[in-house]
């Protein structure tokens, strides 16, 4: 297989890993699939996905998804924890530089949330350090490092350094900010987390 058929099929697996917890990303698993055949790949599937149209629903590319993957010897992208499939995913596009950390900590904090899959959790509780810094002024160059820490480490199969549940649960280790902190994080958190009220009735 050639370097090009190697890194087509990684992204098709990268595609639909994100599919498989973002449905509206059909377009993007049908793109791989026609990268995938340019590239030199082919499976009898391939070939019937990559002519999807782009508004095709999950329910009408599920099979073919699958058939496509087992096909190209990939049913684990299909087979496996999508949760954690789909992070992988975003760890390599963050890593190539496709996307930036805070970007990446706030989707792993909206698509997979506090509830979501274990290892996840590292990178949603730096996005709500990631909020509460950019609050109180703090340079951002620290958290960005740390989300880059934080995806090495799930890449390569290492503990997570823990760097965001380090700082949550400890004193502040930066610098002060420029202007006075006028609620504690744990406040600006719950804040951040609550329901809007609901507006107030003139009498």
């Known amino acids: 297989m050639t370097d090009a058929a190697r890194d087509a099929l990684d992204a098709l697996a990268d595609a639909v890993s994100l599919w498989r917890i973002t449905p509206a990303a059909s377009k993007d698993v049908i793109d791989a699939a026609t990268d995938a055949l340019v590239a030199g790949l082919d499976s009898p599937s391939l070939g019937i996905l990559a002519g999807e149209p ?18 190209l010897g990939l049913a684990h992208v299909v087979d496996g924890d999508a949760e954690r499939a789909a992070l992988a995913a975003m760890l390599r596009r963050l890593t190539a530089g496709r996307i930036g950390p805070r970007e990446l900590a706030a989707w792993a904090h909206a698509r997979l949330g506090h509830g979501g899959h274990a290892d996840a959790q590292p990178f949603v509780h730096l996005d709500d350090v990631y909020y509460v810094w950019a609050d109180e002024g703090h340079d951002l160059g620290q958290l960005d490092r740390w989300t880059y820490d934080e995806a090495e480490a799930f890449l390569a199969g290492r503990p997570s350094p823990g760097h965001a549940d380090g700082w949550l649960a400890g004193p502040l280790m930066v610098d002060p900010p420029p202007r006075p902190v006028r609620r504690t994080r744990l406040a600006r958190l719950v804040r951040r987390l609550a329901p809007p009220r609901p507006p107030r009735r003139r009498s």
């Open 54 to 71: 782009a508004t095709a629903t999950t329910y009408e590319l599920e099979a073919l998804v699958d058939d496509t993957m087992r096909e």
